[in-house]
C-alpha cells in the first residue's frame, strides 16, 4: 500500500489513548477490571442511561441480547436485509429464525410497514439498525412492538452519537448494542457495549459474557481475596479487557469534537457532489441527529455511465479507499442456501446494495485528503463518461460508416437490376 492511500475508517488515535494503553500494560491488570468499569460507566453517562455492559464486540452484544430477550429455536425476529451480517448471523447463533423486511429507498432504514406485514405468531423481536447513523423510525417500530408484544433489540453499530426526538439511540428498545470496531466513531480496536433498560437484564448479559460465571475475574482474584465462583448457566467468552477500555475511555471523551468534524465533511461532500450524476445521501429527518458514520453514494450505471464496481476501482486506483455498505444479506451465498432467499424479494436494499459506495469520512481526514477525496470523484466519474461519449461517439460513425457502404451497395445492385 502506497504512503499516501487513504485508508477507508482509519481510526484517529492521539497521545492519551496511547499513555492509558501503556499504563493499563504497566498496572499488571489488562483484562476485565477497572478501566472497563469506568469506561461502562462513562458511556452510560453520556448516553443518559443507568446500565450498560461492555462486551467484546457488538456481534457479541446481539446475540447476548436475543438470548437475553428469552428468544430461542421456533422464534422469528424481523430485521434489515441492508447490513452487516453480524445483525442475521446474531439471530440464527441464538437459534431464532431471522425474517427479513425490505427498507425505506430514502432513508435506507427498515420500513415499519414490511415489518408489520412480516409479524407472525412466531415473532419475538424487532432488530433495527440505525443504518450510516441515521435514527429509524423508533415510533413506529416501538408502537409495533408494543402493540405486538415483542421485544425490540437496537443494532447501534453505526449510531453512537444518533438521537431521536431528544433521546439517545439504543435507548429505545429493551436492548441497545454499539460496535467500537476500528472503523467506528468511537473505536476500541475490537469492543461493544450493551445498554439495558433493567437491572436484571444487565445482570443476565454480564454473566452470559462471561460464562455464566457468579464473579467475574476481576472480583475474584481482588484485594479482599479469593472469592469462589459458580457456573449458573452454560455462557460464553464475551468480556472487554481493560486494554481496550484504556483506549475506549479517551475515545469517548473527543465522540462529539469527532462528531462536529465529520458533519463538517459530509456538508463539504454535499455541496461538492451537487452537479454529479449520482445521488447523494438525504438530509436527517427533523427533530433527529444523524451519528454521521458513513456517506454513501449511489451510483445508478444508467445515469453515472459506469458501473459501481467500474468507481470503486477507479477510487481504489487514486488512492483512496472505499466501502460497500452492504450488498443485501440475501445476495450473500450463505443465507441462499440456508433460507432460500432471492435478492430480488428485498427490490429496495437490493438496489442500494449494488449501487452503494462510502467514502472516507474518518474525524482523522485532514482538509487536503478530504479534497483528494472529491477530486477523485469528481475524475473517475468524468474519465469514465468521457470514456464512453467516445465510444459512443466511435460507434455511431462506425454505424453510419456501415449504412453508407449498404446504401452504396443497394444503388449499385439496383444499377444491376435495372
Ligand atoms: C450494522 C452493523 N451491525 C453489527 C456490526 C458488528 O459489529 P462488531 O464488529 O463490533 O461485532 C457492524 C460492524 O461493522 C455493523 O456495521
Known amino acids: 500500500?502506497?504512503?499516501?492511500?487513504?485508508?477507508?475508517?482509519?481510526?484517529?488515535?492521539?497521545?492519551?489513548?496511547?499513555?492509558?494503553?501503556?499504563?493499563?500494560?504497566?498496572?499488571?491488570?489488562?483484562?476485565?477490571?477497572?478501566?472497563?468499569?469506568?469506561?461502562?460507566?462513562?458511556?452510560?453517562?453520556?448516553?443518559?442511561?443507568?446500565?450498560?455492559?461492555?462486551?467484546?464486540?457488538?456481534?457479541?452484544?446481539?446475540?447476548?441480547?436475543?438470548?437475553?430477550?428469552?428468544?430461542?429455536?421456533?422464534?422469528?425476529?424481523?430485521?434489515?436485509?441492508?447490513?452487516?451480517?453480524?445483525?442475521?448471523?446474531?439471530?440464527?447463533h441464538a437459534g431464532a429464525t431471522p425474517v427479513l423486511a425490505d427498507v425505506d429507498a430514502a432513508t435506507m432504514n427498515i420500513d415499519p410497514a414490511q415489518v408489520e406485514a412480516r409479524i407472525t405468531p412466531r415473532t419475538k423481536a424487532i432488530l433495527p439498525v440505525h443504518f450510516a447513523g441515521r435514527p429509524c423510525d423508533l415510533d413506529s417500530l416501538k408502537a409495533i412492538a408494543d402493540r405486538h408484544g415483542l421485544k425490540l433489540i437496537e443494532d447501534c453499530a453505526h449510531a453512537i452519537e444518533t438521537t431521536y426526538h431528544g433521546r439517545a439511540a439504543g435507548t429505545f428498545g429493551n436492548f441497545g448494542c454499539f460496535s467500537f470496531y476500528a472503523t467506528k466513531n468511537v473505536t476500541t480496536g475490537e469492543g461493544g457495549m450493551i445498554l439495558t433498560r433493567n437491572e436484571e437484564d444487565l445482570a443476565r448479559i454480564k454473566m452470559l459474557a462471561l460464562h455464566g460465571m457468579s464473579k467475574d475475574a476481576w472480583k475474584r482474584f481482588s484485594d479482599e481475596g479469593y472469592k469462589h465462583y459458580f457456573v449458573l448457566e452454560p455462557g460464553f467468552k464475551y468480556n472487554m479487557m481493560d486494554l481496550q477500555a484504556a483506549i475506549g475511555i479517551h475515545q469517548l471523551r473527543r465522540v462529539e469534537a469527532n462528531w462536529l468534524r465529520r458533519q463538517q465533511l459530509w456538508n463539504l461532500y454535499n455541496s461538492a457532489f451537487a452537479d454529479l450524476p449520482i445521488e447523494t445521501p438525504g438530509d436527517p429527518q427533523p427533530d433527529t441527529r444523524h451519528a454521521y458514520h458513513l456517506y454513501t453514494i449511489l451510483i445508478d450505471e444508467a445515469v453515472a455511465n459506469t458501473t459501481r464496481d467500474e468507481f470503486l476501482e477507479g477510487m481504489t486506483e487514486r488512492g483512496i479507499g472505499v466501502g460497500v455498505h452492504?450488498?443485501?444479506?440475501?445476495?450473500?451465498?450463505?443465507?441462499?442456501?440456508?433460507?432460500?432467499?432471492?435478492?430480488?424479494?428485498?427490490?429496495?436494499?437490493?438496489r442500494i446494495g449494488r449501487q452503494t459506495v462510502s467514502l472516507p469520512l474518518s474525524a482523522k481526514l485532514t482538509d487536503e485528503e478530504v479534497a483528494r477525496v472529491i477530486d477523485a470523484v469528481w475524475t473517475v466519474l468524468r474519465a469514465r463518461s468521457k470514456e464512453l461519449r467516445a465510444k459512443r461517439e466511435e460507434v455511431s460513425a462506425k454505424t453510419q460508416e456501415v449504412s453508407a457502404k449498404s446504401k452504396v451497395q443497394d444503388e449499385h445492385s439496383l444499377a444491376l437490376t435495372a
Open 326 to 350: 452492504y450488498l443485501s444479506i440475501p445476495e450473500h451465498p450463505a443465507y441462499q442456501e440456508k433460507f432460500g432467499w432471492r435478492p430480488e424479494d428485498w427490490p429496495k436494499a437490493m
Open 1 to 92: 500500500m502506497s504512503a499516501e492511500f487513504i485508508t477507508f475508517g482509519a481510526p484517529q488515535i492521539e497521545r492519551e489513548e496511547i499513555d492509558e494503553v501503556v499504563r493499563c500494560l504497566e498496572s499488571g491488570w489488562i483484562g476485565t477490571g477497572p478501566r472497563v468499569a469506568q469506561f461502562e460507566a462513562e458511556f452510560a453517562a453520556y448516553k443518559q442511561i443507568q446500565y450498560a455492559a461492555a462486551v467484546g464486540s457488538c456481534t457479541a452484544g446481539m446475540h447476548l441480547s436475543v438470548l437475553a430477550a428469552g428468544i430461542g429455536p421456533g422464534d422469528e425476529v424481523i430485521t434489515t436485509p441492508l447490513t452487516f451480517c453480524a445483525t442475521v448471523n446474531a439471530i440464527i
